[in-house]
């Protein structure tokens, strides 16, 4: 299966763009309402399946399948353990986005070739 096709060549960078958009802010609230004192267990499971559910949409099954078990810490109320697993899809994330980038960037070669009239 091909997702980018001439048709819209620009289809797969704005999906990876629109994630990395809406997962930024989602991993930055999670952050911010785990750091609460007594955080709402409930928003936090909100959020939390929100972010699953675009990042297994998108193929990003390590994050997805962290987010099953950050869901589960939300479920018991533990925060020690929600804290541990948003780090662990933080760093997935990072490193998704890290190797994304380089795909963005060739794409932004790809489209500045193909205005000079290389295609």
């Given at each position: 299966?091909?997702?980018?096709?001439?048709?819209?060549?620009?289809?797969?960078?704005?999906?990876?763009?629109?994630?990395?958009?809406?997962?930024?802010?989602?991993?930055?609230?999670?952050?911010?309402?785990?750091a609460a004192?007594a955080?709402?267990?409930?928003?936090?499971?909100?959020?939390?399946?929100?972010?699953?559910?675009?990042?297994a949409?998108f193929?990003a099954?390590a994050i997805?399948?962290?987010?099953?078990?950050l869901?589960?810490?939300?479920?018991?109320?533990?925060?020690?353990?929600?804290?541990?697993?948003l780090?662990?899809v933080?760093?997935?994330?990072?490193?998704?986005?890290?190797?994304?980038?380089?795909?963005?960037?060739l794409?932004?070669?790809r489209?500045?070739?193909?205005?000079?009239?290389?295609?």
């Amino acid at each position: 299966m091909q997702l980018q096709d001439a048709s819209n060549p620009d289809f797969v960078a704005e999906v990876v763009e629109l994630y990395f958009e809406d997962s930024a802010g989602k991993v930055d609230k999670l952050e911010a309402k785990l750091a609460a004192p007594a955080p709402d267990f409930n928003e936090v499971d909100q959020l939390v399946h929100q972010f699953k559910g675009s990042s297994a949409s998108f193929g990003a099954q390590a994050i997805a399948a962290l987010c099953v078990q950050l869901r589960d810490g939300c479920m018991r109320g533990d925060k020690a353990q929600c804290q541990a697993l948003l780090q662990q899809v933080k760093q997935n994330y990072g490193l998704l986005k890290e190797k994304l980038e380089v795909f963005m960037r060739l794409e932004a070669q790809r489209k500045q070739l193909q205005a000079a009239g290389g295609q």
